[in-house]
């Protein structure tokens, strides 16, 4: 699959691409004060899940305003569907029951009107276990995919830019990529699964390691975008006024690639939600009975030969709809012009 380029500074801007009118502009802002609002509630709720709470509320703020598409008069369904999600795992545990509460006497209780994803062996609430898993995996994923953005995309643009402009870039560049394709050689669940072996599985351990994985794809998707545009001529306009490496990196060249790395990132976060749900299938994801959706779907796996379908299908379905709605979401960035 491949993803086109933007286009340099001072390019005509495509036919294709959506400018806010004026109108809309109050009216975003006010949905943007109106969502932060309600989500500093949730922000400062059950403090030990803050900080994923806070990169979900961070998220959710940042995706309000591009909703609405103000040129064709529409609401972006895939944004609209992933602004869902994240509401729904920031506010959601404030409406449902403890996914932790144990009835032994209502386990493997069907789906009703007052259960309505049934409960577990153990008679936890399915329903609250979902709502509470979406909190986890989304922010593990959106954790893991941004923590890798940032080491891997300013190490892409330096090896390329390294190799054309300064001396023994060459020998960065090169050892930058063989050590990317030794990561890339392994398939990145079985790394993962010797990495979490080997430490240990935690929280902050899982996010480290789903992102290490995922640093070399955005190495070398950021080295090939750049590439075209390292020798450019508002690159070497900026080379000759003299301005600092680093100055160029953020201001000239990873401008111009982000929307290839934005295209990226949905997808990523798929990824590390399925490499989340993988480990925790396996026994070593998040720590029981902490709910997650690849533990539960481990947890329903046995009841399906007893008929008891609804333990694995509804944290199934929930990895299922997110990882269409990340990828549906990566293709409407893809087709932004």
């Known amino acids: 699959m491949s993803i086109s380029l933007p286009s340099a500074p ?7 691409e959506s400018h806010p009118v004026g109108g809309a502009r ?5 949905v943007a004060i109106a969502t932060l609002a309600i989500l500093l509630v949730a922000l400062f709720w059950a403090p030990e899940w803050r900080s994923l709470r806070a990169v979900l509320t961070v998220l959710a703020v940042l995706v309000v305003p591009t909703v609405w598409d103000s040129a064709a008069r529409t609401v972006r369904a895939s944004v609209a569907a992933m602004l869902g999600l994240i509401l729904l795992a920031l506010i959601g545990p404030l409406f449902t029951r403890d996914p932790l509460m144990l009835d032994v006497g209502a386990s493997l209780t069907g789906p009703s009107g007052d259960l309505w994803f049934g409960t ?3 008679g936890r609430d399915i329903f609250a276990r979902v709502i509470h898993g979406a909190q986890l995996d989304l922010g593990v994923g959106f954790s893991a995919a941004a923590l890798a953005v940032l080491v891997g995309m300013p190490l892409g643009a330096l090896s390329v830019f390294a190799s054309a402009h300064l001396r023994g870039g060459g020998l960065f560049d090169s050892v930058l990529l063989r050590v990317s394709e030794s990561f890339q050689a392994f398939p990145t669940l079985l790394l993962a699964l010797g990495i979490v072996a080997a430490v240990g599985p ?6 480290f390691i789903i992102s290490i994985v995922n640093v070399p794809v955005y190495l070398r998707l950021t080295r090939s975008a750049v590439a075209p545009i390292v020798n450019a001529d508002f690159v070497l306009a900026a080379r ?11 201001r000239h060249i990873l401008p111009n690639v982000r929307q290839v790395v934005l295209a990226q990132f949905s997808v990523n976060v798929a990824w590390a939600i399925q490499i989340l749900a993988a480990l925790s299938f ?3 994801g998040v720590p029981v009975p902490t709910p997650e959706w690849g533990a539960m779907v481990r947890d329903g796996y046995e009841q399906l030969v007893y008929g008891r379908w609804w333990v694995a299908l509804f ?3 929930a990895i299922l709809l997110t990882v269409l709605t990340l990828n549906q979401l990566s293709d409407r960035v893809r087709h932004i012009a």
């Not at 109050?26 to 006010?30: I, T």
């Not at 935690?202 to 996010?207: A, W």
Request: charged fraction near 10%.
């Open 26 to 30: 109050p009216l975003r802002a006010l």
């Open 202 to 207: 935690s929280i902050p351990i899982l996010i």
């Open 315 to 317: 944290p199934g379905l």
């Open 240 to 250: 000759c006024a003299g301005q600092p490496v680093l100055k160029i990196l953020l």
């Open 10 to 16: 001072g390019a005509a801007t495509p036919t294709g």
């Open 282 to 284: 396996v026994g070593l």
């Open 120 to 122: 577990d062996q153990f």
